[in-house]
């Protein structure tokens, strides 16, 4: 709950004006690289985010904590998150695992 996360910053994202977040990821390596010329796969993926993982994103300034995004997760959502802390802990590890977001030492 300590851990501060933070977007990585080799990914773009943007918001809509309904605050939906889209991710884009430049698919690079040389695995990548033959996936794009043989299966016409994209160069660049676009991974749109729901609107709670669109908050979440957008809380990720690397100065928040887990346990401070948790609060501002309960204070817009409600009930409709419940349970914030599970959810969001488990939300936050697959971000990480996946190099959406790293972590910075709390100060």
Known sequence: MDF???????????????GIVTV?????G??????????????ISHIALDKYGSFV???????RNVY???K??????GKDAEPVVERLV????ILYQN???GYVKQK
């Open 90 to 93: 488990k939300y936050i590890q």
């Open 4 to 18: 501060i996360p933070v977007c990585n910053p080799e990914y773009t994202w943007d918001a809509d004006k309904k």
């Open 72 to 77: 501002l997760v309960s204070e817009r959502f």
């Open 57 to 63: 994103w957008q809380q990720m300034d690397g100065k």
């Open 30 to 43: 040389f695995y990548n690289w033959i996936a794009q010329k043989i299966f016409k796969k994209p160069r």
């Open 68 to 70: 401070e995004i948790s």
């Open 99 to 101: 190099k959406f977001i």
């Open 24 to 28: 884009h990821v430049v698919n690079k």
